[in-house]
């Protein structure tokens, strides 16, 4: 009997992007047959653009954020900010994303496309959910 690994992604930010890669491509890699089944923002990982993806920190309270340059003091600190201060300040989820896509290059980490492309060369299959597909209005040239 083969071995099959069915993962649900509903996720549609830079963080929540990862763990169904990282998870796929792992299971590909250990002889799994692996299938993604993406729905509601989910839909997001597999856009033909994903540079667009971003960080959501709100509401997101296992994210202490360190930041990607400057001395390792500076490096080390766990900036824990309150919520109201993260919905309050404009710009914040984009600095969130910069911060975190700064971070991910730092340390050698594939990219959300190139994970994907890893999984797509492992054979994983994908597979959008078609209601989700129409109740958000996507056409098939946007996958």
């Known amino acids: ?3 099959k690994l069915a ?16 998870l796929a491509s792992t299971a590909a890699a250990l002889g799994y047959d692996v299938q993604v089944f993406c729905t509601f923002y989910g839909l997001q990982l597999l856009r033909k653009d994903t540079s667009c993806l971003k960080v ?4 997101n309270p296992g994210m202490p954020m360190k ?4 001395p390792k003091w500076f490096r080390d600190i766990n900036w824990n ?7 309050g300040i404009p710009g914040y ?3 969130a994303t ?7 290059a730092n340390n050698g980490v594939a990219t959300i496309a190139e994970l994907r492309e890893m999984c797509q060369e492992a054979e994983v299959k994908f597979l959008a959910c078609q209601m989700t597909v129409e109740l ?3 056409e098939h040239s946007d996958f």
């Open 93 to 95: 989820e984009s600095l």
């Open 67 to 70: 930041m990607p340059f400057g």
């Open 98 to 104: 910069a911060l975190m896509k700064q971070t991910i």
């Open 136 to 138: 958000f209005g996507f």
């Open 81 to 87: 900010i309150p919520n109201i201060i993260q919905a």
């Open 1 to 3: 009997m083969s071995k």
């Open 7 to 22: 993962i649900i992604a509903t996720k549609g930010t830079l963080d929540w992007a990862y763990p169904p890669f990282i």
């Open 56 to 59: 959501s920190p709100l509401g």
